[in-house]
């Protein structure tokens, strides 16, 4: 079993669509998964036509993974908690014990 943290830092539709169903594959096959959202990532929980990515997220966090938030980043955009909000510091101690950082 790995230890992964996916981190999403574009709130393009199809990167984050990619990153969640990544995200949910990871899980089905045992894995630890975390998934980061910076900077304009974390704007990307919507459903948008053909990417469901909103309805992907509720799968991975039903399946048992975690959705974070950075919390500079939501902050700056004067959006409202969308998830877990975190930090740089657990930022860096996702990706210092990650097996895998994964990047969209």
């Known amino acids: 079993m790995a ?11 199809e990167k984050a669509w990619n990153a969640f169903r990544f995200a949910n594959l990871a899980l089905e096959k045992k894995d630890s998964v975390t ?3 910076m ?3 974390v704007e990307c929980l919507v459903d948008t036509g053909k990417f469901n990515v909103k309805t992907l997220s509720e799968k991975f966090e039903s399946g048992g993974g975690k959705v974070l938030v950075c919390g500079t980043c939501i902050k700056s955009r004067n959006m409202d908690k969308v ?13 210092m014990e990650s097996d895998k950082p ?3």
Request: aromatic share 16%; hydrophobic share 40%; proline share 3%.
């Open 3 to 13: 230890k992964m943290t996916v981190v999403i830092g574009s709130n393009e539709p």
């Open 35 to 37: 998934v980061f959202l």
């Open 39 to 41: 900077n304009s990532g």
């Open 83 to 95: 998830c877990d909000i975190s930090n740089m510091e657990t930022f860096y101690n996702l990706l």
């Open 102 to 104: 994964v990047y969209f």
